[in-house]
């Protein structure tokens, strides 16, 4: 699932007649495009319940391909004018915490 940020593909005018040039980069066009919205991007959630609790959890990691570890990927105070009230960022300037904008 996309992040909410994908825009849909500008495509190609079609040719009067077939042509191979044409559809295999109409197919390339929408192979991309397909991927980013399969992509769920750097921020994954889950629910867990226990008992009559139910407790949800926020993952902000994304994947490192040389290594194929998971790298956590929070914004820092230095994105805070571009965060929304209630995202989480990671405050470098006060003890190294994880912090909600309000």
């Known amino acids: 699932m996309s992040t909410g940020t994908t825009k849909a593909p ?6 009067v007649q077939y042509d191979r040039a ?3 980069t109409l197919n390339n066009i929408l192979r991309q495009y397909f991927q980013q919205l399969d992509n769920p991007g750097p921020s994954a959630g889950s ?11 926020q993952n902000y990691s994304i994947v490192n391909q040389t290594t194929q570890t998971r790298v956590v990927s929070l914004p820092t105070q230095a994105d805070l ?7 989480l960022y990671y405050d470098t300037t006060a003890g ?4 909600i904008k309000v």
Do not use: C, F, H, W
Not at 96 to 99: I, L
């Open 96 to 99: 190294n915490v994880v912090k």
């Open 22 to 24: 044409y559809q295999d």
């Open 47 to 57: 629910t867990l319940i226990v008992g009559t609790d139910i407790v949800s959890a």
């Open 10 to 15: 500008a495509l190609p005018l079609a040719p």
């Open 81 to 87: 004018a571009n965060l929304r009230v209630g995202d």
